[in-house]
C-alpha cells in the first residue's frame, strides 16, 4: 500500500473492534488508528487507547466521559462524549477510512457524516444497509465513497468479484451456518434459552449478531445488505445452509461458472481485507486444510420454523420503510430475548406484528427512518409487554 491508512474505529471494544485492533497492530506499516469509539466498556476503551494511542476518542455514554477524560488527557488524547460526537469525529481531515463496528441503528447516522465528509467505508455495521440501503448508497456515489464489506458473506463475493466488476452477476450464493438450532423444530425452539442461543458452533460474536445468526434473521439482514452492495434483485441472491462455514459464500456469473472464497472462519481476514483493499496483506491466521474437512455439506434453510428469514426477505420485497420495521423490532426483541422476558420464537412474532402495525412509507428519506425506527420501537416495545 502506497501510504498509511488512518482509520476510525467505531464500535471499538465489541468483537469486530477488537479484532479490527489486532489486525492493525501486526501491520504498523499500513495502517494508523486516529479515533475509537465505545458506548460504554470505559475501562477497555481506556486500555486500547493507552495502548495503539489515537488522537481521539469518543465515549457514548456520557456519564463515563470523566473517568476517560481523567485515564487519557494525560496521554494528549482527546476525549469526547455522546454519539453526536463519534457523529462529528469521522469527519475529521486525518481520518482516512472509517470502519462501521458498533451494533445496531445507531450506525446509522455517523455512517450518513462519514460518506458526506468523502471518507471511505469498511462496513460492518450491516443494519445500516438494512434500515436506509438506498439512500446511504445513492450517497456514497454521489460523493464517490467506496464502502468495503467486512460481514464475512459479502467480503467473500467481494473478492470473488474483484477482476470481475465487468462482468454481471447471474446470482450469489450466502451462506449460511445454520446456527446453534439447526435442524430443531419449532416446539424444541419454544423453550430455548438465551444460553443456548448464545452458543454458536463456528463464530464467536457480540450478542445481538449471536442471537439473530440463532433465529436465522442474521441471513435475512445479509440478503439485504446484499441486494444494497451488490446492487442485486431479490431473485438473484439465493441463501444456502453449509454448516462447516468453510466457503464464505459464492457468485454464479452469466457463463455459469461459480466462484466461491474459502478459509477457515476468522473475521480478522474479511476485516484486513476490508481496511487493505486492494493489497492482500500478509497474515499468520491459521490455514485451512482440505484434509481435515473430508465433508462440505450444504442444505435448504427451513423457513417455516425460523421465520425471521422470511420476513426478511418479505420485507426486501416491499421495499420502502419495511426493512427499517423489521431491523427496529427486531433489536428490541432480540434485547428482550436477551434480558429473558421474551421466549425465542416471540421474536418473530413481534416483527410480524410490527411490520403489520407500522405505516408504510414507500420512497422514505432521513426523517423518515428516523421515524420508523421510533415508531416501531414504540409498538414493538408495547408487544413485550404482552407476553410478560
Ligand atoms: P459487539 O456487541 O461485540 O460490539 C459492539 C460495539 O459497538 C461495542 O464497541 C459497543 O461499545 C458499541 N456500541 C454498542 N451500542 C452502541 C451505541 N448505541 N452507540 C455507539 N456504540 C455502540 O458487536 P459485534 O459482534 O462486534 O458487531 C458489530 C457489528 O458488526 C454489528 O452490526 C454486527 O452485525 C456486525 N458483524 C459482526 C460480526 C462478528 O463476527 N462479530 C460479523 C459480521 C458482522
Ligand atoms: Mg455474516
Redesign the pocket.
Known sequence: MSKKRHIAI????????T?AIDVIKAHPDEFEVEVL?????ADLLIEQAGDVRPNVVVI?NEDLYDRVFAALDPLGIKVYAG?KA?ASVVQMDSVDMVL?????Y??LLPTIKAIEAGKHIAL????TLVVAGELITRLAQEKGVNIYP???EHSAIFQCLVGEFHNPIEKIILTASGGPFRGQTREFLQTVTKAQALKHPN????????I?SATLM?KG?EVIEAKWLFGLEPAQIEVVVHPQSIIHSMVQFEDGSIKAQMGLPD?RLPIQFALGYPSRLKSDFPRFNFIDYPKLTFEQPDLQTFRNLQLAYDALAKGGNMPCIINAANEIAVDAFLHDTIGFLEISDIIEECTQKIVYIGRPGYEDYVETDKETRRVAKEKVKSFV
Open positions: 467505531l464500535g471499538s471494544t465489541g468483537s469486530i473492534g479484532q469509539t465505545a458506548n460504554s466498556n457514548c454519539i463519534v462501521t463496528a458498533m451494533v445496531g445507531a450506525g460492518a455495521n450491516k443494519e467486512v460481514d464475512s463464530w464467536s460474536m457480540g450478542a445481538k449478531i449471536t439473530d442474521n439482514l473475521m
